[in-house]
């Protein structure tokens, strides 16, 4: 099954829509630049709406697998056992920002995973208060095989490609193909309810990213969002049963 991550909800029924709706995980935007940046208290209201108790402890250390594919496959079953025991997973969408500053506003916010979105390297995730999902630019004129080769093992849960940062872009299918043949990746960039259960069908990633492909007027919009996540896991489910 296709996870589904609504991405730069601004409002709890934003966020509560996305739920609803049967997301994985709903994220929340604290990058400088974003438009869609939410203030401490904002990001602590949308949190409180969904979990109506107070978060867990952060996932703990996921163990010692030491090639990049196993690390992933294990970050992956390690997401889907928290997935079992509570949907959405929130996340905090980060850019270029301190670490202190990141792992404060997880703090106070009571975040469940943080998104590395900015120039950070893989160092920089085991300096986070939580797990991390690791945002991955792919160049153009790079292969699968180079983007895997330059991640690194033990330091971030989960790999997200991203073409360009939020903006949208679609990524390069057959790179993104690729990395998904060799361990469960993340795909945002230009996905939509439209399009997205045919890239699943392509692609096969692990989880899709969406956030400007739900909107209307710049706006979350409840019925875009159902048919997101509606579409991703049909496609999910009929590859899975073909397969």
């Known amino acids: 099954m296709t996870r589904v991550k609504i991405c730069g909800c601004m409002l709890v029924s934003d966020a509560l829509a996305a739920k609803d709706a049967g997301a994985d995980f709903v994220g929340l935007m604290f990058a400088p630049e974003s438009r869609r940046r939410l203030s401490v208290d904002e990001g602590r209201a949308i949190v409180a709406s969904l979990a109506g108790r107070k978060p867990?402890?952060?996932l703990v250390s996921l163990g010692g697998e030491n090639d990049v594919p196993s690390w992933f496959r294990h970050g992956a079953d390690a997401l889907d056992r928290l997935l079992a025991r509570r949907r959405p997973l929130t996340v905090g969408v980060f850019e270029n920002q301190t670490l202190d500053e990141v792992n404060a506003i997880a703090d106070a916010v009571g975040l469940d995973l943080i998104q590395l979105s900015g120039d950070e390297s893989w160092e920089?995730?085991?300096?986070?208060?939580?797990?991390v999902v690791k945002a991955v630019e792919v160049p153009a004129g790079v292969s699968g095989e180079d983007v895997v080769e330059d991640m690194e093992a033990g330091k971030a849960i989960a790999c997200l490609l991203d073409a360009s940062r939020g903006k949208g872009v679609p990524a390069d299918e057959s790179v993104a193909a690729e990395v998904a043949s060799v361990l469960p990746v993340w795909l945002a960039g230009g996905l939509?309810?439209?399009n997205v259960g045919d890239l699943v069908d392509r692609v096969r990633p692990w989880a899709v990213d969406v956030s400007s492909g739900v909107e209307t007027d710049s706006a979350k919009d409840p019925e875009k969002i159902h048919a997101f996540v509606q579409a991703a896991r049909m496609a999910g489910v009929t590859r899975e049963r073909s397969t």
């Not at 920089?124 to 797990?131: F, G, I, V």
């Open 192 to 194: 939509t309810p439209e």
């Open 56 to 58: 867990e402890p952060p």
């Open 124 to 131: 920089d995730c085991l300096l986070a208060n939580r797990q």
